[in-house]
Every structure is written in C-alpha cells, then in structure tokens.
C-alpha cells in the first residue's frame, strides 16, 4: 500500500540508492572496459524495464560485478578497451546472455544452479575478489593497465606502472578506501559505502582547494596535459571571482549603514535584488568571452579560457549561495554614513558638471590612441618565451651562439618521374638551389642530397677536389646512390632524404634564432628564387618553424571570428539584461575602446604582436562588460524606479557602484600584473596587456560613459522592471531560499 509514511520511505531509500548507484555505476562500466556513461545506462534502463512486468525487493536488475568482470576478461582480446568495435561487441553480447537468460526462465532452469557447490560458489567469488583488486590498482596508481592478461602478467604491470603513479590519485583513493574500512570496523550501522565516498569527494576536494579553486576538480589531476598558460587559471579564477564577492558585499554594507537598516538579512535582501541580475550577466558574459577562446588555433588558450569560464561559474553559484548564508550569520558592525557626502558622490557631480569636455575630450584620446594600432606588427621569437633567467633560455642562447641552426625549414623537391633524383639535370638544379641558400645571412647549413653525389665523386676519383662534383649520367648517380646506400650499417638508408620510390628529395635548412617576420621573409624569397629559377620545382617551406611562423596570423584571423560572435552574444546578452535596445548598443562602444587603446599604446611602447596576445581581446571583451553593466544596471534602477533625470541617475549610479567598481578592477589588474611577472612570455604579455585594458576599461566606463548616457538618453524613461526574473515573487523566493 501506498502511504505518507511509505512514499516517505521510499524516497529517502530512493535518495540512498541513488547515492549508491552513481559511483558503482561508473565502477560497473570501469570494470566491463566501457566508457563511465554506459554505466549509468545500465543502472537506469534496466530497472525501468524491470518495474514493467513487476519486481520484488529481493530482485536484482542490472549488470553485478561478475559479469562485468566476465565481459572485460572475454571481450578484451578482440578490441581495445572502451574502442568502437568493443562497444559493438558488448552490446552483442548482452543480447545473447539475455536472450539465453530469457531461455533458461521459459524452461525453468534455475534449478541448475542448486547443484553448484558451495566451496565453487567461494572460489569463484574469490577469484572475482581478487581480480576487482589487480586490475583496479592502475586505477587507483592514476595510470592504465591491460585489463586481459593473466594474473602473474597483470603483477608484472604493477610494478611497471609504480614509477609512474599518479600520487593525487593515490591519496585521493588511500582516503577512499580508508575511510570506508574504519567505519565498517568502528560504526557498525553507519552506512560505510556513502561515507567512504563522500569521504573521497572531500579528499579530492581539499586537493582542488589547495592547488586551485573548482576548476581543478571539473578537470580531474592526471586526466590531461597542462602547459603552462593554463597554469594561470587559479589566479585569473580568483580575481575574477572576487568582483561578484564585492559587488554584493559593497551594498551589503551600504544598506547596514543606511539609516533604515532593519539586520543584516535584511540588507543582504536587499544586495541580492539589486545584484542577482548584473551578478548573472556579467558572470555569464565573462564565460561568453572565455568560451570563444575555443575558436583559437592553439590548444592551450582552449585550455585556459575552458578552465577559467568553469571557474567563473562555479563562482557565481558560490557569491549568491554561499556567500549571502555566510554574511547573514556573521556579525557585522558598520558605522552609519551618508552616501552623498562620499567620494564617488563628488566625483559623480565633477563628471555631471563637466560632462561635455569629458565626452569630446575622451573621444579624441581614443581616436588618437586607436590610430597607432597599425604600428603593431605581427612578430614572434618562439625561443625567446622564456626570459634569460630560464636555464632553457640560457642554453638555447649559447647554442645559437656557438652553434647555430636552432630553428630549420624543410623543402620538398619533387622531379615529377620515378627515379628522377638521378637525373643530372635535377640534380643540377637543387645544387643551385642549395648554393642559393647558402649564402642567405640567416642560415646556417644547408643539408641536402647533392652534397653526398659530390663527395662520392672525389672518393672514387683518389679524392680529387677537381671531381668535387655532380655526376654527368643518370646511370653513374644511380651507381652511386646504391653504392652509398650498401655501404651503410645496418638499418641505415637515406630515406630521410629520398623517397621510397627515389622521385623527390628533401633539402633541410638551418638558421640562426629568427623572429616570424624573418623566417617569413626567407621563406618567401626561396619561393621567389624557385619560382624564378626552377619553376618545376617550385614548393613551400615545412616544418615546426614554418607552423609556428604562421600560426600567430592564424591565431589573430580565429580570433576576429571569436570577437565577432562573442560580440554579438554579449550585444544580446546586454540588451536582454537593461532590457532597452537603445543602450545595450550604446554600452558596446565603451566595451570595444579599451582593448583599441590598449593595443594603441603597445603600438607606440612596443609594436610587435604575437601569438600570446592576440587572445587578449576575444578574453577580455567579456570582462570589461561586468563594469558597465554594474553602472548601466545602477542608471537604469534610478531612471526607472525612481524617475529621476539622467544626471541624477549618473549621481546614483556612482555613488551606490562606484566603489565596488574601482575595488574590483584594481583587484583584476593587480591579479594580472601578477601574471605578468612570469617568467613565460604567453603568460607575462597576456598579463599585462590585460591589465592595461581593464585599467583602461574602468576610465571608460568613468569619463566615457557616463556623458555619454546624459547626451544621448534625455527621455523620461519608462518605468519598465528591468529584472531578469519577470515575476517579483520567483526572485523574491530565490532570494529567501539563500537566506534560510
């Protein structure tokens, strides 16, 4: 029967049960070398088919250990583990057990299994036992291991993969297993298999915690390889997450001072409500801005604005949860002031009172400063990342020093016939190519196939420097070539510079230490001389040196696609949140000025981009947002709520946002300023052209827009709510919900 104490009952065995089911699923799906979403496939569907034709509490639906150990064991010597084929396999396979399950339960067979011994019942169970625990041990060391050997060969593999364990992981698993073993021992009647996990849970939690916020726990230790710009996330992270934190606690205060204030959940009330909505935009336009970072050619700039933009949310769960429940049971004692005696009140009126010189005063230092950006070239010395206190940097620099050719290029050089690197003619022509290349500054050696024809020739003429020469004959190069290649040790040919079926050769050329415009520059004029002198042989240069060449432009025309639609969706996220089209176009221009100052001044200081900062833009584009819309929300809020005109509503919105926008964006640029003294130049360059654009974003938002608002929006303005929730009573439950 069914009844309040019942449903009760079941809902918390339900919850229990759920509990339970996740982390065995993943372990079930572990076990069968599937991947960890099968698990909860077969943790799911098959109790919903079961519950159609009736069950029982004794009933078992869905995969046991055995059988995941049995499909694992059988399966794995047919497919990789976890692999398409396997996939298709296993799905196969439950088919046919169930098939023959559903044979056995027609006929009733079970009575089979009354005949098994009990000592085969224990050894089985054992011997399962005891494969769960080898084959888990690569789990719990952080590595992978070949789940279908035998057991001696599996032992074997232990002590390969222990050098290599992954400590995190170990720990994180001692404490898992520890825990869930105490408990069993010591508090009989606890549930030991919740409370291992959850003891897991904090473990790793407390690693995130201390080697970075949530970001490390979304992307798990040991699960994929850092470089070094994602390294920074926890630092951008942090800064980042502090704004909202300030934001809410600036008005937090302001309403404790407030000659009206009636507690501290009142006044927390009352910061909820007017920040959940710039809080929720600003968080998710940040992320917006982040995310496009995807579009990058360089995979850890995707790794960087991933990290971050999972940081950020995160962060604004915790600024509107547990930030609200913590400053409501915290004791607070704040002076009363009068917000219009404040600084930012002052400051307010200087901007109302000189709004007009401000205005065309600012326009003409951003169109001066934006006018200098062509003096930006595009520019790279991939070498010289690391600054010279890097011991990497020290030795590169004494290699190019004394020896050169750090940096080489490679050109194919096709024939167009079989057989055709014997014809003296072609030969001829590389030779030239060569000397060509030679007596370029930039390189340093030239390596190529003629040098070895030439040689062979004086060899077998008494060494003659007269015969340092090509061979006449296409026949006598052939000689020479199997000669040479017969005369080579063992597992020596020349395949690294000839083609299997000898119709094309490979020249190699090193050069000195070159920034992209150099390397660039020589290419293009080997192009030109081939062009010019060989038509037929006419290539381009490959090779590390060439990709990375390139890849700086690559990276800047990605990211004007990442800046566009990022700026589109910022545009719509904006007019969504001040719900008025008129100004969240307006609050565009000072979202795109700073970054055109920015790169303005390293114009006139610097001139040379590369590929560290071309991500500078499409990452702070969604940063600088969360300023103006602070200050657009305030304005709104004032215009529509109080009727007040724009220079009033200038007044309010500084002197009720004004500190927490100066607060947050001094902590953003000291935040990266700190990651500007990297010694990585991705890092250090990113950092302190980031800096500098929010520096510049927050005078923007000061001198810029404000005056900019009183000249263009001199309408009443309607008394529109400008909430993102439509109904009062949702956000006013929300806001509750925080507080209790």
Same mark, same amino acid.
């Given at each position: 029967m069914l009844d309040r104490e019942t449903i009760r009952a079941d809902l918390i065995a339900g919850v229990v049960a759920g509990v339970l089911i996740l982390p065995q699923a993943i372990a079930l799906a572990t076990l069968a070398g599937m991947p960890p979403e099968y698990g909860f496939y077969t943790a799911i569907f098959p109790v919903i088919i079961a519950s159609l034709y009736g069950s029982s509490w004794h009933t078992l639906s869905g995969p046991n250990t055995a059988m995941c150990i049995m499909i694992g064991s059988v399966l794995g010597f047919y497919a990789g583990l976890g692999t398409e084929d396997y996939i298709t396999y296993a799905i196969t396979l439950s088919f046919m057990v169930g098939a023959i399950q559903l044979v056995f339960g027609i006929l009733r067979l079970g009575i089979i299994f009354s005949y098994f011994s009990h000592a085969a019942m224990v050894a089985i169970i054992t011997g399962v036992g005891m494969i769960i625990i080898v084959q888990q041990v690569g789990n719990f060391m952080g590595q992978v291991m070949n789940i279908p050997e035998p057991i001696e060969d599996t032992f074997f593999q232990?002590?390969?993969?222990?050098?290599?364990?992954?400590?995190?992981?170990?720990?994180?698993?001692?404490?898992?297993?520890?825990?869930?073993?105490?408990?069993?021992?010591?508090?009989?009647?606890?549930?030991?298999?919740?409370?291992?996990?959850?003891?897991?849970?904090?473990?790793?939690?407390?690693?995130?915690?201390?080697?970075?916020?949530?970001?490390?726990?979304?992307?798990?230790?040991?699960?994929?390889?850092?470089?070094?710009?994602?390294?920074?996330?926890?630092?951008?992270?942090?800064?980042?997450?502090?704004?909202?934190?300030?934001? =809410?606690?600036?008005?937090?205060?302001?309403?404790?001072?407030?000659?009206?204030?009636?507690?501290?959940?009142?006044?927390?009330?009352?910061?909820?409500?007017?920040?959940?909505?710039? @809080?929720?935009?600003?968080?998710?336009?940040?992320?917006?801005?982040?995310?496009?970072?995807?579009?990058?050619?360089?995979?850890?700039?995707?790794?960087?604005?991933?990290?971050?933009?999972?940081?950020?949310?995160?962060?604004? =769960?915790?600024? =509107?949860?547990?930030?609200?429940?913590?400053?409501?049971?915290?004791?607070?004692?704040?002076?009363?002031?009068?917000?219009?005696?404040?600084?930012?009140?002052?400051?307010?009126?200087?901007?109302?009172?000189?709004?007009?010189?401000?205005?065309?005063?600012? %326009?003409?230092?951003?169109?001066?400063?934006?006018?200098?950006?062509?003096?930006?070239?595009?520019?790279?010395?991939?070498?010289?990342?690391?600054?010279?206190?890097?011991?990497?940097?020290?030795?590169?620099?004494?290699?190019?020093?004394?020896?050169?050719?750090?940096?080489?290029?490679?050109?194919?050089?096709?024939?167009?016939?079989?057989?055709?690197?014997?014809?003296?003619?072609?030969?001829?022509?590389?030779?030239?190519?060569?000397?060509?290349?030679?007596?370029?500054?930039?390189?340093?050696?030239?390596?190529?196939?003629?040098?070895?024809?030439?040689?062979?020739?004086?060899?077998?003429?008494?060494?003659?420097?007269?015969?340092?020469?090509?061979?006449?004959?296409?026949?006598?190069?052939?000689?020479?070539?199997?000669?040479?290649?017969?005369?080579?040790?063992?597992?020596?040919?020349?395949?690294?510079?000839?083609?299997?079926?000898?119709?094309?050769?490979?020249?190699?050329?090193?050069?000195?230490?070159?920034?992209?415009?150099?390397?660039?520059?020589?290419?293009?004029?080997?192009?030109?001389?081939?062009?010019?002198?060989?038509?037929?042989?006419?290539?381009?240069?490959?090779?590390?040196?060439?990709?990375?060449?390139?890849?700086?432009?690559?990276?800047?025309?990605?990211?004007?696609?990442?800046?566009?639609? %990022?700026?589109?969706? @910022?545009?719509?996220?904006? =007019?969504?949140?001040?719900?008025?089209i008129r100004i969240g176009l307006i609050s565009i221009i000072p979202n795109l000025i700073p970054a055109g100052m920015a790169f303005g001044l390293w114009g006139i200081f610097v001139g040379e981009i590369g590929l560290a900062l071309s991500v500078v833009t499409t990452m702070t584009l969604g940063i600088v947002v969360d300023d103006t819309v602070h200050f657009l929300s305030k304005y709104l809020r004032a215009r529509r709520e109080q009727g007040v005109s724009p220079e009033d509503a200038t007044r309010y919105a500084f002197s009720h946002v004004g500190i927490a926008l100066i607060i947050t964006s001094l902590v953003l640029v000291a935040g990266f300023l700190i990651i500007s003294l990297s010694s990585f130049y991705p890092n250090s360059g990113m950092g302190l052209l980031t800096a500098m654009v929010l520096l510049l974003a927050l005078l923007a938002d000061f001198l810029f827009l404000p005056p900019l608002l009183m000249k263009i929006d001199r309408s009443r303005g309607s008394q529109r709510n400008d909430t993102f929730f439509p109904n009062r009573k949702i956000r006013a439950c929300i806001i509750r919900g925080f507080l209790k």
């Open positions: 232990i002590f390969y993969i222990l050098p290599h364990a992954n400590w995190y992981a170990v720990l994180v698993g001692s404490v898992t297993v520890v825990s869930g073993l105490l408990v069993k021992r010591y508090l009989k009647g606890w549930p030991h298999l919740i409370i291992c996990v959850i003891a897991g849970m904090l473990a790793a939690k407390g690693l995130e915690l201390f080697l970075g916020p949530a970001t490390v726990g979304i992307y798990k230790l040991g699960t994929m390889s850092l470089s070094p710009l994602p390294f920074s996330a926890p630092l951008v992270i942090l800064t980042m997450a502090i704004a909202n934190s300030v934001h =809410i606690l600036v008005v937090f205060y302001h309403e404790l001072s407030s000659a009206t204030s009636s507690g501290r959940q009142e006044a927390m009330r009352e910061s909820l409500r007017i920040n959940l909505q710039p @809080i929720f935009f600003t968080s998710l336009t940040t992320i917006i801005g982040l995310l496009t970072l995807n579009f990058s050619e360089v995979p850890p700039y995707r790794d960087l604005g991933n990290f971050v933009a999972a940081g950020i949310g995160v962060a604004f =769960i915790l600024s =509107i949860t547990f930030l609200p429940a913590l400053m409501s049971l915290l004791p607070a004692r704040v002076r009363r002031i009068q917000a219009e005696s404040t600084a930012m009140g002052r400051f307010g009126d200087f901007v109302v009172h000189h709004r007009y010189w401000l205005l065309w005063s600012m %326009a003409g230092v951003v169109i001066v400063l934006v006018a200098f950006i062509p003096g930006n070239r595009i520019n790279d010395v991939y070498v010289h990342y690391f600054d010279e206190s890097v011991a990497f940097r020290q030795d590169t620099d004494l290699l190019d020093k004394h020896l050169g050719g750090l940096y080489r290029i490679d050109y194919s050089l096709d024939s167009g016939e079989s057989g055709g690197v014997n014809e003296p003619a072609f030969l001829y022509k590389v030779e030239a190519f060569t000397e060509w290349l030679r007596r370029q500054p930039e390189v340093t050696h030239v390596d190529t196939v003629t040098d070895i024809f030439k040689r062979l020739n004086k060899n077998l003429h008494g060494n003659d420097p007269a015969w340092y020469r090509l061979p006449d004959a296409r026949d006598l190069a052939a000689q020479y070539f199997l000669l040479y290649e017969m005369s080579l040790p063992y597992g020596l040919d020349l395949n690294s510079r000839i083609n299997v079926d000898k119709s094309s050769t490979r020249v190699t050329v090193a050069t000195l230490v070159l920034s992209t415009r150099e390397v660039l520059a020589l290419e293009r004029r080997a192009r030109a001389w081939l062009r010019d002198n060989a038509p037929a042989l006419s290539t381009e240069g490959t090779g590390p040196t060439m990709m990375f060449a390139h890849i700086g432009a690559r990276n800047i025309r990605a990211m004007l696609v990442a800046t566009t639609l %990022a700026l589109i969706l @910022i545009s719509l996220m904006l =007019i969504l949140a001040l719900r008025s």
